[in-house]
């Protein structure tokens, strides 16, 4: 079992950055691939970023590719999203998953934070 509580989100404008947190409890954080996600309203919850266990690979959407930046720190249980050259299209609430294995697919993730919203203007 793993719980997962996000911070960071927050009103920024274009071209601004931010890094959102992802706080992880449970024994086997590290035996989990990790991912953010993002829904906008009317939207369907969409793929951003992923990193394996280990944090030896890391995989993007095209959308955020160079962008953004995925990272882990297993002896803290945290998972890092580092945002930067926001645009308004990124404008979405933001979650932290876990899954069994490393993937893009919102259907193999297990757990699930509670989101953060990140709202970027133009």
């Known amino acids: 079992q793993v719980q997962l509580v996000e911070s960071g989100g927050g009103l920024v404008q274009a071209g601004d950055s931010l890094r959102l947190s992802c706080a992880a409890s449970g024994r086997t954080f590290s035996s989990y691939a990790m991912g953010w996600f993002r829904q906008a309203p009317g939207k369907e919850r969409q793929f951003v970023a992923g990193i394996t266990w280990s944090g030896g690979s890391t995989y993007y959407a095209d959308s955020v590719q160079g962008r953004f930046t995925i990272s882990r720190d297993n002896a803290k249980n945290m998972v890092y999203l580092q945002m930067n050259s926001l645009k308004p299209e990124d404008t979405a609430v933001y979650y932290c998953?876990?899954?069994?294995?490393?993937?893009?697919?919102?259907?193999?993730?297990?757990?699930w934070g509670q989101g953060t919203q990140v709202t970027v203007s133009s």
């Open positions: 998953a876990a899954s069994s294995h490393a993937s893009t697919m919102v259907v193999t993730y297990d757990y």
